[in-house]
């Protein structure tokens, strides 16, 4: 709409998209998110993607780009030598389903489709329930981990070992800071 608007001759519609982005160039947070990506007005196009976004915050789940994923889908993936899968539980997984898909669609006989479709899902269940099993082991791994105070790693790299878990030490420590606040006068627990 401010493009079309500045386009037009309708001088009142120009002057209140030229009056918006004048409005919308004071605001603190814009400049605020100049002062991250500092020589972003400099550049004419950014070399690394990252010097555009290095403010934003990493999202909590990874998600891979659909480009990525097609040979998954289609089971072109297990033709390739070095494909690297997320987990080898999910290569067994496709060896198993991508054939079943394009027999299912072939095959006529119904009681034949709903075999395969049974086998389908028995694959999948198997899937989930293995990758569930290794996640919990991982975690329990990860948790380990972050709770032996000689491993340096658990320390410095938040984004692998960050625990939201609280210890009771400290959550009792929490609860009696909170608590002499209560009363400020006296400074005692209740």
């Known amino acids: 709409k401010m493009r079309r608007a500045l386009q037009t001759k309708n001088k009142k519609m120009v002057r209140k998209a030229v ?5 919308f160039k004071k ?18 196009k950014p070399k690394v993607q990252e010097n555009i976004t290095s403010f ?11 480009v990525e994923q097609i040979p998954e889908i289609s089971g072109a993936c ?3 030598k070095d494909y690297q899968y997320h987990t080898p539980l999910y ?5 198993i389903v991508v054939p079943l898909r394009s027999a299912y669609r072939m095959e006529k006989d119904l009681l034949a489709k709903k075999e395969m479709a049974k086998t389908e899902i028995t694959a999948w269940t198997g899937y989930m ?7 919990d082991q991982l975690d329990a791994e990860r948790e380990e981990k ?3 105070l000689d491993y340096y790693e658990a320390h410095t790299d938040t984004r692998l ?5 609280i210890k009771d030490g400290d959550y009792a420590k929490i609860k009696e800071w909170f608590d002499r606040f209560k009363d400020r006068k006296t400074y005692k627990m209740p």
């Open 56 to 66: 934003q915050i990493d999202p909590i789940y990874f998600a891979r780009p659909g």
């Open 78 to 80: 297990l033709n390739m």
């Open 161 to 165: 070992y960050f625990s939201h878990k």
């Open 19 to 23: 009056g918006f982005q004048d409005t």
């Open 27 to 44: 605001l603190e947070s814009s400049k605020y998110a100049e002062t991250l990506t500092p020589g972003l007005k400099d550049q004419k």
């Open 146 to 148: 972050e709770n032996d």
């Open 91 to 95: 290569k067994d997984l496709l060896s």
């Open 129 to 135: 329930d293995a990758r569930k099993n290794e996640i």
